[in-house]
């Protein structure tokens, strides 16, 4: 059946109530087809009213992205200035990382409405269901030696935090090193994927998923307990569109701030916007191994550094942070 007529039918009720037995005869179809494709818009994103009486009335359409509202709004000088929109994918990170190997140019940005293999870290999925959520990947041209590059997942995390607490007043922290959370709850994770050859950067690939707009049921149970979404955290709906420009506004600057005065500054906001320090934790690193103390600050390239209970200090660079047991 065709998706767009039965669309078109209800446009020209113009939110009145259309009978599920007249678009029938309109779609030359069951009641059941058109009950399907109903259900199927609705997983589209539109939104209906049924009555029992009445039928179905169109009262709500799903926001998607578009170049139009995208682009007056970026604001930035190179973010995002080359971006590619898409509707399904399996990895915003994979598309960016081809455009990369084709030269695309530093702030190339590749937002997708739905991806159907989102990767998160430590191999673990990315929830990203159709026009709920932001899934993004920037290319990064960076000039910096190959053992920085963790500095710039530090950054991705403060310009994030920023914006989004600018945007809707939540308070928002960083768990270290770049989860952002509200009341102890994920809305947003970043993947940084480095490219490097011979012991030199490349480019690297930024990734952002935030969770902006999906609802509980859009997470899967076991989730529930640690991930929530600015919709869920604010009760309405938050703007897609604000949320990218005003991320890729506050991105570019703490670049641009990064690339004049080094790691510094950024060492400074970050520390101001964390919640995992001083807080006491168990550090699994990659290896298996465990630290456990009190994290007490990031080192001048970007580990996180954490007071042993017998009062040495050790640096972390990569690792899983989690609460000792009790
Ligand atoms: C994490 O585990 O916290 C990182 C999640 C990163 C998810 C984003 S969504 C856009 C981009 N594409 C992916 O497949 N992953 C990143």
Redesign the pocket.
Known sequence: MNEQYMLELFEQAQGEYVSGEWLSSQLGVSRTAVWKQIRKLQDAGYTFEASRKLGYRLVGKPIRLTLAELLPHLGTRVFGRNLKLFDEVD???NIAARLAEGNAPEGTLVIAEQ?L??????G?A?V?PKGKGV???LILRPTIPLPYTPQLTLLVAVALCRALKQLTGLAIGIKWPN?LLIEGK?IS???LESYAEEERLRYVIA???IGVNLDKQDYPEEMLQHATSLKIAMGQEVSRTAVITGFMQELESMYELYNQEGFGPIKSLWEALSVSLFQPSVLTTPMGQQVAGIPIGLSDIGALLIRKPDNEVVAVFSAEMGNPAR
């Not at 293999?117 to 430590?122: C, E, Q, V, Y």
């Open positions: 990895s915003t990170q991806q293999n989102g990767r998160g870290r430590l673990r990315w990203s899934y993004m990947s989860d994920k994770g970043i993947l990734g952002i998923g």
